[in-house]
Nanobody, 125 residues
Framework: QVQPVESGGGLVQTGGSLRLSCAAS???????MGWFRQAPGTEREFVAA????????YYADSLKGRFTISRDNAKNTVYLQMNSLKPEDTAVYSC???????????????????WGQGTQVTVSS
């Protein structure tokens, strides 16, 4: 069992930055960690993912260059640095843990077995 726990959300002005954290540990080997977001009335959207060793990272094309995912395995924590935030980035951001060795599922929420509760990010205009 793995329980991801997010932190770091909040209210920020357009152009500002936030860093989200996700702590996850457990007995199950985690192949990758991912971030997804969901705004009201929309489907869950892939944001970024990172392999267990940090070698491979994956980004939504629309967010590449503004968002950066990283990890600190000593702390069992994954980070999402979000820069140049826009009002359309407003959403609940959720962290998820993948127990699948298949890299092809990194952008698919169905590839993740364990999910955090989510943290609200609000970008004001």
């Amino acid at each position: 069992q793995v329980q991801p726990v997010e932190s770091g959300g909040g209210l920020v002005q357009t152009g500002g930055s936030l860093r989200l954290s996700c702590a996850a540990s457990g007995r199950t080997f985690i192949y990758a960690m991912g971030w997804f977001r969901q705004a009201p009335g929309t489907e869950r959207e892939f944001v970024a993912a990172i392999s267990w060793n940090g070698v491979n990272t994956y980004y939504a094309d629309s967010l590449k260059g503004r968002f950066t995912i990283s990890r600190d395995n000593a702390k069992n924590t994954v980070y999402l640095q979000m820069n140049s935030l826009k009002p359309e980035d407003t959403a609940v951001y959720s962290c998820a843990a993948s127990t699948s060795p298949m890299s092809g599922v990194r952008r698919d929420p169905r590839g993740y077995a364990y999910w955090g509760q989510g943290t609200q990010v609000t970008v004001s205009s």
